[in-house]
């Protein structure tokens, strides 16, 4: 079951994934954050590399979310802590339709994937959000071997804006096996229309020529 909508400040790393220094700074600067995850680059984005796509030569290293139950924050901090720590942050009006078997000071055992995207030409906030929040969603669990989902519709961003995050957690058996990944097992032809189905549903949402998608190992902090 979906959990209630929340905001998210999402730190975006593009040279080095983040220390845990740079991610207590962030947590200290924002203690009403309830929930803090940090995505690095490691051995199993290595792994995972068979999906990474990056059409537009900027892809993270590393993200750091906090998650958060009010509305609104306060902006020029956020942009002040993500210069401090030479990232890249957007706020955003996130959902979770599949919550990660994660708890507090845990290590995901798979991967998660990120994938950064824009909108597909013409398409309104309103439809973006209810193609995507309500339409898309239910594809996007019925044809991936999805552990954990998190959507991200971008609001304001620091640098160049985005139009959403997705965050979606897969066993570490996905990270280079088509079957693992789209079908759960060998069947080929199910994985087939499963590819066939999602990219279908994916492009009503995004522009599959302005989204890069990392594999990165996830931590929650609290």
């Known amino acids: 079951m979906a959990e209630p909508d929340t905001h998210r400040l999402i730190f975006l790393f593009f040279s080095e994934p983040p220390e845990h220094d740079a991610a207590m700074h962030a947590l200290e600067a924002f203690p009403e954050a309830q929930n803090a995850y940090v995505g690095t680059c490691d051995e199993h984005s290595d792994q995972a590399a068979m999906w990474t796509r990056n059409p537009t030569g900027k892809l993270p290293r590393g993200r750091l979310a906090l998650e958060f ?96 995050i997705v965050e979606e957690h897969f066993p570490i058996e996905a990270a280079n096996s088509l079957t693992a990944f789209f079908a759960d097992g060998d069947d080929e032809a199910k994985m087939m229309s499963n590819i066939h189905v999602l990219t279908e549903s994916s492009e009503r949402v995004l522009d599959l020529e302005r989204s890069s998608v990392i594999h990165m190992t996830e931590h929650r902090l609290r």
Do not use: M
Not at 130 to 152: C, K, M, P, S
């Open 69 to 164: 139950s009010e509305s609104a924050i306060d902006w020029q901090r956020a942009v002040d802590v993500a210069e401090q720590l030479g990232a890249e942050v957007h706020w955003c009006k996130g959902t979770t339709p599949l919550t990660p078997p994660l708890r507090s000071g845990e290590r995901f055992s798979g991967t998660i994937q990120l994938c950064c995207f824009e909108r597909r030409e013409g398409l309104s906030d309103e439809a973006l959000e209810h193609i995507w929040f309500q339409e898309h969603v239910q594809v996007a669990l019925d044809t991936q071997n999805t552990l954990g989902y998190r959507q991200n519709r971008v609001l304001r961003s620091s640098h160049e804006p985005l139009d959403g």
